[in-house]
């Protein structure tokens, strides 16, 4: 595997350093004559004000529908011939930014609208011209179909490339800094974990729409944008998603020629160096390269992490409707395990920020991950086929040590030590079928799909035993940080399974224009989950299917074009395995699954071009949960019950030519309705803070220079559902600075938290929390060429 990963690797950086051949562009004499439709004109232009030919133009229509896509002209001209209405059109082009208004039957005719796009780079430094810059307009996997983001009838926030680069973010913790009812658990710090609407997984992750569960830290060097789609959406995304889903959009090859190069260091001894190289080999073929290296330290003692991984990726236009993607990431990510502190008195205990509980030298987690993701989609008139396929293999373990409780003098401190190791593979092959009909008055898209996945999973876990004969140690709390000798064997009741999980579903959906101003969105999805444990201690084996019927429904009503008012409603279900099925016993064989519904009101704004404000109020049941009977404390019953009550308001996209923000402010109160195996009834949900409030804001002071402000506010918190530990509210300021050197060159600063603020970030348990980071920061040189 690493011989064909590197023989891939070498093709295609070989392809995409040579020179590429230009795309072909369309001009107005391709596009059809149609009576009773309007001509939407624009001029794609580069920052100096010269044409860009063969530039990519998207219309999306707000009516819903598919989008009408040409190109620009030798003269950077372009015509789009549609149905008359209000489009969200956007023009890119190669190492460029690309740019985005909304155009209207007014604009129509003789108007001429300009799209000015600057230099594109993961740091950008200057605003985009007719550009949304943190805003988003359109997504396509809310309902599997190109739907105008105030059309859909659920909240959804997008982080955009444009903020993933002004803050130089580096994982999916740190997308959920700005986005209202999001939060990051620490998830052991070895893994990527979310926290939605009071609901907690690891397996809640997608790339481009299918799933990617396995439990390790992603990056972000090759996506486009991360989406964060709240609340149950099952007919889309199968079992799961109780709170919602994060779905990373992965970087596409484009037409065109561009070559971009990054480095950034910074605090604790930062490195990284990323790149991302695009050619066209010829008018139907283009190729892409995303690649990324990081070592570096960390505040804790003793902490590091090396990163590196190669995306490259294929895109083959075979036909004017036809479109096939290819893509293929190697992935390796080795750090520093480290639990955090441990808590006394209900409160994070009061060491250094830098303090370790363990051996450092004796720590580590690892992870390697081999995606293969390959499209095909094919256009004819009304009817759209799309055709996804995703392998995964997965190899990730780690070894850690774990700070149990305080000793009652406040001296002294327990520590345990285990590993585990999990390697899987996935492969999910999804067909959707889209088609565009008209009954009377009301306009239909109706999508019918399918999806089938097999999952081969083997856990296997250690316990550490010091000095080869305890498997516990008290240490001093004043000097936690250790080094003993460690022998690692199983102990009576460490897994060792191997599990093999059968995923077939089917689904519809229709989104009915009943009017210009109400809309109708409903579903039903059937799934069947096929689980088959196997103990390879006992060679004893059990199994479990499930059959799962998850129904959606949601109304927009538009009392203007830029607003709209929705309510729906949706379900998903969680089968008793949980969300990594990782094992199966003889009692949770014969427990159905949790089941999960949402009730959601809201509305969605935009102001102005580029600028959205979205706001919901909504109520999460989660029922049939595991408890235990009052009559019969040897037997479980599924009475348990959880709610969550909460509202949120977000802003993102930008107020004036020169000034763009994101942010938002949530309420929460996630509790337990009816007591469960894990709390009494009246317990508040760990790591559910009641209110978040995050804003960030780029000011642009001249076309060189721009700054940016942002505030991060979370009120305290338990630590987990037993409501014994309270991590304390806090405040966190960060600010950037960014410069245009020259044409290709560009520079940016980042300062974390300004005022050196202390707080506690997040936990796992009660004795595993978190320390926010001091004051940090980090400097980022880019290059296109």
Same mark, same amino acid.
């Given at each position: 595997?690493?011989?064909?990963?590197?023989?891939?690797?070498?093709?295609?950086?070989?392809?995409?350093?040579?020179?590429?051949?230009?795309?072909?562009?369309?001009?107005?004499?391709?596009?059809?004559?149609?009576?009773?439709?309007?001509?939407?004109?624009?001029?794609?232009?580069?920052?100096?004000?010269? $044409?860009?030919?063969?530039?990519?133009?998207?219309?999306?229509?707000?009516?819903?529908?598919?989008?009408?896509?040409?190109?620009?002209?030798?003269?950077?001209?372009?015509?789009?011939?549609?149905?008359?209405?209000?489009?969200?059109?956007?023009?890119?082009?190669?190492?460029?930014?690309?740019?985005?208004?909304?155009?209207?039957?007014?604009?129509?005719?003789?108007?001429?609208?300009?799209?000015?796009?600057?230099?594109?780079?993961?740091?950008?430094?200057?605003?985009?011209?007719?550009?949304?810059?943190?805003?988003?307009?359109?997504?396509?996997?809310?309902?599997?179909?190109?739907?105008?983001?105030?059309?859909?009838?659920?909240?959804?926030?997008?982080?955009?490339?444009?903020?993933?680069?002004?803050?130089?973010?580096?994982?999916?913790?740190?997308?959920?800094?700005?986005?209202?009812?999001?939060?990051?658990?620490?998830?052991?710090?070895?893994?990527?974990?979310?926290?939605?609407?009071?609901?907690?997984?690891?397996?809640?992750?997608?790339?481009?729409?299918?799933?990617?569960?396995?439990?390790?830290?992603?990056?972000?060097?090759?996506?486009?944008?991360?989406?964060?789609?709240?609340?149950?959406?099952?007919?889309?995304?199968?079992?799961?998603?109780?709170?919602?889903?994060?779905?990373?959009?992965?970087?596409?090859?484009?037409?065109?020629?561009?070559?971009?190069?990054?480095?950034?260091?910074?605090?604790?001894?930062?490195?990284?160096?990323?790149?991302?190289?695009?050619?066209?080999?010829?008018?139907?073929?283009?190729?892409?390269?995303?690649?990324?290296?990081?070592?570096?330290?960390?505040?804790?003692?003793?902490?590091?992490?090396?990163?590196?991984?190669?995306?490259?990726?294929?895109?083959?236009?075979?036909?004017?409707?036809?479109?096939?993607?290819?893509?293929?990431?190697?992935?390796?990510?080795?750090?520093?395990?480290?639990?955090?502190?441990?808590?006394?008195?209900?409160?994070?205990?009061?060491?250094?920020?830098?303090?370790?509980?363990?051996?450092?030298?004796?720590?580590?987690?690892?992870?390697?991950?081999?995606?293969?993701?390959?499209?095909?989609?094919?256009?004819?008139?009304?009817?759209?086929?799309?055709?996804?396929?995703?392998?995964?293999?997965?190899?990730?373990?780690?070894?850690?040590?774990?700070?149990?409780?305080?000793?009652?003098?406040?001296?002294?401190?327990?520590?345990?030590?285990?590993?585990?190791?999990?390697?899987?593979?996935?492969?999910?092959?999804?067909?959707?079928?889209?088609?565009?009909?008209?009954?009377?008055?009301?306009?239909?898209?109706?999508?019918?799909?399918?999806?089938?996945?097999?999952?081969?999973?083997?856990?296997?876990?250690?316990?550490?035993?010091?000095?080869?004969?305890?498997?516990?140690?008290?240490?001093?709390?004043?000097?936690?940080?250790?080094?003993? $000798?460690?022998?690692?064997?199983?102990?009576?009741?460490?897994?060792?399974?191997?599990?093999?999980?059968?995923?077939?579903?089917?689904?519809?959906?229709?989104?009915?224009?009943?009017?210009?101003?109400?809309?109708?969105?409903?579903?039903?999805?059937?799934?069947?989950?096929?689980?088959?444990?196997?103990?390879?201690?006992?060679?004893?084996?059990?199994?479990?299917?499930?059959?799962?019927?998850?129904?959606?429904?949601?109304?927009?009503?538009?009392?203007?074009?830029?607003?709209?008012?929705?309510?729906?409603?949706?379900?998903?279900?969680?089968?008793?395995?949980?969300?990594?099925?990782?094992?199966?016993?003889?009692?949770?064989?014969?427990?159905?699954?949790?089941?999960?519904?949402?009730?959601?009101?809201?509305?969605?704004?935009?102001?102005?071009?580029?600028?959205?404000?979205?706001?919901?109020?909504?109520?999460?049941?989660?029922?049939?949960?595991?408890?235990?009977?009052?009559?019969?404390?040897?037997?479980?019953?599924?009475?348990?019950?959880?709610?969550?009550?909460?509202?949120?308001?977000?802003?993102?996209?930008?107020?004036?030519?020169? &000034?763009?923000?994101?942010?938002?402010?949530?309420?929460?109160?996630?509790?337990?309705?009816?007591?469960?195996?894990?709390?009494?009834?009246?317990?508040?949900?760990?790591?559910?803070?009641?209110?978040?409030?995050?804003? &960030?804001?780029?000011?642009?002071?001249?076309?060189?220079?721009?700054?940016?402000?942002?505030?991060?506010?979370?009120?305290?918190?338990?630590?987990?559902?037993?409501?014994?530990?309270?991590?304390?509210?806090?405040?966190?300021?960060?600010?950037?600075?960014?410069?245009?050197?020259?044409?290709?060159?560009?520079?940016?600063?980042?300062?974390?938290?300004?005022?050196?603020?202390?707080? &506690?970030?997040?936990?796992?348990?009660?004795?595993?929390?978190?320390?926010?980071?001091?004051?940090?920061?980090?400097?980022?040189?880019?290059?296109?060429?």
């Amino acid at each position: 595997m690493r011989r064909v990963s590197f023989a891939v690797v070498a093709l295609f950086v070989g392809c995409l350093l040579s020179p590429g051949v230009g795309a072909q562009s369309a001009s107005a004499q391709d596009l059809p004559s149609v009576a009773a439709r309007m001509i939407l004109r624009g001029t794609a232009l580069d920052a100096t004000r010269a $044409p860009i030919a063969g530039a990519r133009v998207t219309a999306v229509p707000d009516a819903g529908g598919p989008p009408i896509t040409t190109r620009t002209d030798e003269r950077g001209v372009f015509l789009v011939v549609a149905p008359t209405g209000t489009y969200i059109v956007r023009v890119e082009a190669p190492g460029l930014a690309a740019a985005e208004q909304v155009m209207r039957p007014a604009d129509a005719g003789s108007d001429t609208r300009e799209f000015v796009l600057q230099i594109a780079g993961r740091r950008d430094i200057v605003t985009v011209v007719g550009s949304t810059g943190y805003g988003a307009t359109a997504i396509s996997a809310a309902t599997k179909t190109p739907t105008v983001l105030r059309d859909v009838p659920q909240s959804v926030s997008i982080v955009t490339s444009q903020l993933i680069k002004d803050q130089m973010m580096l994982s999916l913790g740190d997308v959920v800094r700005y986005v209202p009812g999001a939060a990051h658990h620490q998830g052991e710090n070895n893994r990527d974990e979310v926290v939605l609407r009071g609901n907690s997984s690891s397996a809640n992750f997608f790339v481009d729409g299918a799933r990617d569960d396995v439990q390790y830290y992603r990056d972000l060097y090759n996506l486009s944008r991360v989406e964060i789609l709240k609340g149950p959406n099952a007919l889309i995304f199968g079992r799961g998603g109780a709170g919602g889903v994060v779905n990373r959009v992965m970087k596409q090859a484009e037409f065109g020629t561009f070559r971009s190069v990054f480095l950034e260091g910074g605090s604790f001894g930062s490195k990284r160096l990323s790149t991302d190289l695009n050619t066209t080999l010829s008018s139907t073929v283009a190729l892409r390269f995303n690649g990324v290296y990081e070592h570096s330290n960390s505040f804790r003692r003793a902490v590091g992490l090396e990163r590196y991984g190669a995306n490259p990726a294929l895109t083959w236009r075979p036909s004017a409707h036809t479109t096939v993607n290819v893509g293929y990431e190697n992935f390796h990510d080795r750090r520093t395990a480290d639990r955090g502190v441990t808590s006394f008195k209900g409160r994070p205990v009061d060491v250094p920020v830098e303090t370790y509980f363990g051996d450092p030298a004796n720590a580590n987690v690892r992870a390697r991950v081999d995606l293969t993701n390959a499209t095909i989609e094919h256009q004819s008139g009304a009817l759209t086929v799309r055709h996804r396929i995703l392998f995964g293999a997965y190899d990730r373990g780690y070894q850690n040590f774990v700070p149990g409780a305080v000793s009652a003098g406040g001296d002294r401190v327990t520590l345990t030590a285990y590993n585990n190791a999990t390697t899987r593979t996935n492969l999910f092959n999804q067909t959707d079928v889209t088609y565009r009909a008209t009954t009377g008055r009301i306009r239909h898209t109706l999508l019918g799909g399918a999806e089938a996945g097999l999952q081969w999973t083997d856990n296997f876990r250690n316990t550490g035993f010091f000095n080869n004969e305890t498997t516990s140690m008290l240490v001093p709390l004043d000097r936690p940080t250790i080094s003993v $000798p460690m022998t690692f064997r199983q102990s009576a009741t460490d897994a060792d399974n191997h599990l093999t999980a059968t995923v077939a579903a089917v689904y519809a959906q229709d989104e009915m224009a009943i009017s210009d101003r109400v809309r109708v969105v409903g579903g039903l999805r059937f799934d069947r989950f096929d689980l088959t444990y196997h103990n390879n201690r006992t060679a004893a084996t059990l199994n479990r299917v499930d059959h799962l019927l998850s129904p959606r429904a949601g109304v927009v009503f538009k009392p203007a074009t830029p607003v709209s008012l929705y309510g729906s409603y949706s379900v998903s279900f969680l089968p008793s395995s949980g969300d990594q099925f990782s094992s199966l016993t003889t009692i949770t064989q014969q427990v159905e699954p949790e089941k999960f519904s949402n009730y959601e009101l809201g509305a969605k704004w935009e102001p102005a071009s580029g600028l959205s404000i979205t706001t919901a109020v909504y109520r999460l049941d989660r029922t049939n949960t595991r408890s235990t009977d009052p009559n019969d404390p040897t037997r479980i019953v599924q009475t348990g019950s959880q709610r969550t009550n909460g509202y949120e308001i977000g802003a993102n996209g930008r107020v004036t030519s020169a &000034w763009s923000l994101a942010g938002g402010y949530a309420y929460q109160k996630a509790y337990v309705t009816s007591a469960t195996t894990a709390a009494a009834a009246g317990a508040e949900v760990g790591q559910v803070p009641h209110q978040t409030f995050s804003l &960030w804001n780029r000011y642009q002071v001249q076309p060189r220079a721009a700054v940016a402000v942002g505030v991060i506010y979370r009120s305290d918190m338990f630590a987990t559902i037993s409501d014994t530990v309270r991590l304390p509210s806090y405040v966190r300021a960060d600010v950037a600075a960014f410069w245009t050197l020259t044409r290709t060159t560009r520079i940016q600063l980042n300062v974390e938290n300004v005022f050196n603020a202390r707080y &506690w970030l997040n936990a796992d348990t009660n004795t595993n929390i978190s320390p926010g980071s001091p004051r940090s920061f980090r400097v980022a040189l880019a290059t296109v060429f």
